[in-house]
């Protein structure tokens, strides 16, 4: 086992969601402000549904942090459901069962193969905790851990390169600037960030849901986080991993991505050159980072597919796990569009797993002890051939 870990519970209806963090070094400084900024970021984004406009998400430290720093101990995070106040009935941990229960079952989403495997007559039992709500907890973690790697000299930002089927144009994007802006649909080409809005204008008119993609940066990683020796230490699985695992994303891809299985090697490996203190350099990032399952110094960069959000307005055809009947699939008030908020799960989920990474290689109980190690590898490693 490494040396950090986390857990997240909560339900999205439920009292609130929480998080329990152990592995972060002592003395470490946390801004609360910072963490709260990436949450209000997370509920952003044009085409959201309106259960955004009932939370204003805030974590609270209940754990693990004293006088703004951090003493070594679990981190206890909670972010309150708001809504909560409106289903205290439905969502009643020992009161009497009370409300129709939700059995027209959504295609893409959990809920049919949740209630067969965990043995529910009722699918809100699965879809209460299935709901990308979860990630409130997980972006509240990422948030503390880009605390640390800020620490340490490492970024995590992002920024949303297509939504159904509109992309961005590389060519507008000057790529020092992602991370800055405060766009609603997180798009550094505002161009091509209208033309998303006005799709997602559409899909709202047509009853439907849209996926995108988007992609996630690391800047300032040191070389050698994650290992080329055994399977589960190479950093790119468990990034790819980590993104996975965010609720609707269907793929993944590290640099050039799929583009390596459709050119040469000549136009795909990123050439190496020596500058006049015999420092590598390259002049291309096709690797996004990553060579052996371990970051080689140059940016990270990740991409991850979002499929459309399986609540549509129009419900597309199902069955009802209750009457055993062909049924239109059931409306929940959902979002048509929140890859903008997928992106800043991405940021958190990347944070993680570099945080993770930093951990195995420099681990330590003191922040102190941490960095001093850093300073003296990055000097190694740096410092010319
Ligand atoms: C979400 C909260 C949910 C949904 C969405 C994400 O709130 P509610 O279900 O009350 O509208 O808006 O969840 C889903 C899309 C899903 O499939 O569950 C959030 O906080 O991000």
Same mark, same amino acid.
């Given at each position: ?50 259960? #955004?406009?009932? %939370?204003?998400? @805030? ?5 693990? =942090?004293?006088?703004?720093? /951090?003493? !070594? ?117 505002? #161009?091509?960030? %209208?033309?998303? @809005? ?5 899909? =709202?008119?047509?009853?439907? /849901?849209? !996926? ?174």
């Amino acid at each position: 086992m490494g040396n950090f870990r986390f857990l997240t519970a909560g339900e999205s209806h439920g009292q609130c969601l929480t998080a329990i963090v152990e592995g972060l070094p002592a003395g470490l400084k946390v801004d609360i402000d910072r963490i709260n900024r990436d949450l209000a970021r997370r509920q952003q984004g044009y085409g959201r549904g309106g259960r #955004m406009k009932i %939370e204003t998400d @805030k974590a609270e430290v209940l754990s693990g =942090i004293r006088f703004a720093e /951090t003493m !070594g101990d679990p981190i206890t995070l909670r972010i309150v459901n708001k809504d909560w106040q409106n289903w205290t009935d439905r969502m009643s941990v020992f009161g009497d069962e009370y409300g129709d229960k939700v059995t027209a079952v959504r295609p893409g989403h959990a809920d049919l193969t949740g209630v067969l495997k965990y043995n529910r007559a009722d699918a809100r039992d699965i879809l209460e905790r299935a709901s990308a709500r979860e990630t409130a907890a997980r972006v509240a973690v990422g948030a503390l851990c880009k605390e640390f790697l800020k620490a340490c000299g490492i970024e995590v930002v992002s920024q949303v390169v297509k939504i159904g089927g509109i992309a961005v144009d590389e060519a507008n994007i000057d790529r020092s600037l992602i991370g800055s802006g405060n766009s609603e649909l997180n798009c550094y080409d505002s #161009m091509a960030e %209208e033309r998303m @809005k006005e799709k997602i204008q559409q899909a =709202i008119k047509d009853g439907d /849901t849209l !996926g995108g993609v988007f992609e996630v940066i690391v800047r300032g990683a040191p070389l050698g986080l994650g290992s080329h020796i055994q399977w589960d230490k190479r950093l790119d699985g468990r990034l790819a991993g980590a993104m996975m695992s965010i609720q609707a994303i269907k793929g993944v891809e590290i640099g050039a991505g799929f583009q390596c299985g459709e050119l040469p090697g000549s136009q795909i490996h990123d050439e190496m050159f020596l500058d006049s203190e015999k420092r590598v350099y390259r002049k291309t990032n096709r690797a996004g980072g990553l060579e052996g399952g371990m970051t080689n110094g140059e940016e990270i960069c990740i991409k991850a597919c979002m499929k459309p959000i399986p609540t549509l307005m129009q419900p597309l055809n199902s069955v009802d796990i209750g009457s055993k009947t062909e049924v239109s699939a059931c409306k929940e008030r959902s979002d048509v569009c929140a890859v903008s908020a997928a992106s800043v799960v991405g940021e958190a989920m990347t944070a993680i797993v570099m945080t993770e990474a930093m951990l195995d290689k420099f681990g330590c109980d003191a922040m102190v002890d941490l960095l001093h190690s850093l300073v003296c590898y990055r000097r190694r490693v740096q410092g010319g051939l």
